[in-house]
């Protein structure tokens, strides 16, 4: 069960479509235990259908917590199956949906525990005593490229091919996610976002803002306003939260297309 009574989360969410799309494809939730974030892809429609089948799915969870720590990681697995099982569904059912995919970033959340889910090229960061690290790992050609060594980081940034994703939630295999529980500490502060953002705004600039805007949601407006003032080429979705001694919320927020799509599972 949840340690550490009177710790809670401070939490805000927004997404934009951005300066240079017609739609938005990203969708994001965030609720006192849960916070995620899902960019689709997949033409006319399929990105913003995929992407509001895993809020949906994520964003169920709320009613249907775990209430053991270690049931974290296999409450967010079976999410992750079950979106998969959707979108294979619909594909099936629905020609102009063939194609489509997600990618996934979660947190599901019991006191200063919590499991962190991903898959894609959105991205988690944690800012801690003063450093901020990314801590999850891209699923994209350019960052396996980086990891054989036969490129640098500040190559992939600019590499012709950066955007290619090589995992996503598509309706194929089991929904393969990378899985891990993780502590917090009093005063750690959460950023997950899509590539909307960390296409645009670099690390440095991404410390800077998150070190000095107090308020959370002050914080997810300014990045949002940075990412469109680079040339805002994608949606942009941010979910950021604190980790302290703050009220529990009853608040959920849901942001980006699943406002549009509320889909049954």
Not at 126 to 151: E, F, K, N, P
Not at 184 to 210: H, K, M
Request: negative net charge.
């Amino acid at each position: 069960m949840a340690q550490n009574e009177g710790l809670a989360l401070r939490y805000a969410a927004r997404s934009d479509v951005g300066v240079r799309r017609e739609a938005n494809e990203d969708s994001g939730y965030a609720s006192a235990r849960l916070l995620a974030i899902a960019d689709g892809m997949g033409g006319h429609a399929g990105g913003e259908v995929a992407s509001s089948i895993a809020v949906n799915a994520i964003a169920a969870l709320d009613d249907n917590l775990p209430s053991e720590v270690d049931d974290l990681k296999a409450a967010l697995k079976s999410v992750a199956k079950d979106v998969n099982h959707m979108i294979r569904e619909m594909s099936e059912q629905e020609p102009a949906l063939r194609g489509m995919g997600t990618t996934l970033t979660a947190m599901l959340w019991d006191g200063d525990m919590f499991a962190l889910a991903h898959v894609g090229d959105s991205r988690a960061y944690m800012l801690r005593d003063g450093a901020l690290y990314q801590i999850t790992h891209d699923h994209t050609l350019v960052q396996s490229l980086v990891d054989d060594g036969r490129i640098t980081p500040e190559q992939a940034a600019e590499h012709p091919r950066r955007s290619m994703v090589l995992r996503v939630l598509e309706g194929t295999g089991d929904g393969e996610l990378d899985l891990t529980l993780r502590e917090a500490q009093v005063g750690d502060r959460y950023l997950i976002c899509s590539d909307g953002l960390t296409a645009v705004v670099g690390p440095e600039t991404l410390f800077n803002t998150l070190s000095e805007i107090e308020d959370p949601d002050e914080a997810v407006r300014w990045l949002i306003d940075l990412a469109n003032r680079g040339g805002g080429p994608d949606n942009i979705t941010c979910v950021v939260a604190d980790f302290g001694p703050h009220p529990v919320s009853g608040e959920r927020l849901v942001v980006g297309a699943a406002t549009e799509r509320k889909l049954t599972t």
